[in-house]
């Protein structure tokens, strides 16, 4: 796998965890 496709695919990765981690924390804490 070329080294750009895979960082872009990390990338996303870590954008959808951010939101994930967003949504999640806050049902977390009340």
């Known amino acids: 796998m070329?080294?750009?496709?895979?960082f872009a695919i990390l990338v996303l990765l870590v954008q959808v965890l951010t939101i994930a981690a967003?949504?999640?924390?806050?049902?977390?804490r009340a």
């Open 22 to 28: 967003r949504d999640v924390i806050p049902k977390t």
């Open 2 to 6: 070329e080294q750009k496709a895979f």
